[in-house]
């Protein structure tokens, strides 16, 4: 079965930085895409970023300038670089990654990493 685990999460202050990684079973090469979708207390699931397998990359606009998606194929790794962290990117971060079963497209979920940006 397809496993994600994320790690890297933790509390800081506002303005800090975060690394958050996702190891995905497997060669990241089968994934169509992979993202990082965050949910807060009361919130709706939110996407982040995400990367494709050809290495676009997407921002949600709260993020973008702060935050950088990539991958390290090698290591069957995904990453989020957080930088200029605020109290409201305080979530449940989530990787996801998508990939073909025949014609379907699979969703997978990490377990989630916890973020808290204290102000």
């Known amino acids: 079965q397809v496993q994600l685990a994320e790690s890297g999460g933790g509390l800081v202050q506002a303005g800090g930085s975060l690394r958050l990684s996702c190891a995905a079973s497997g060669s990241i090469f089968t994934y169509v895409a992979m993202s990082w979708y965050r949910q807060a207390p009361g919130k709706q699931r939110e996407l982040v970023a995400g990367i494709t397998s050809g290495g676009s990359t997407n921002y949600a606009d709260s993020v973008k300038g702060r935050f950088t998606i990539s991958r390290d194929n090698a290591k069957n790794t995904m990453y989020l670089q957080m930088n200029n962290l605020k109290p409201e990117d305080t979530a449940v971060y989530y990787c996801?990654?998508?990939?073909?079963?025949?014609?379907?497209?699979?969703?997978?979920w990490g377990q989630g990493t916890q973020v808290t940006v204290s102000s």
């Open positions: 996801n990654a998508q990939r073909f079963v025949g014609v379907r497209l699979n969703d997978y």
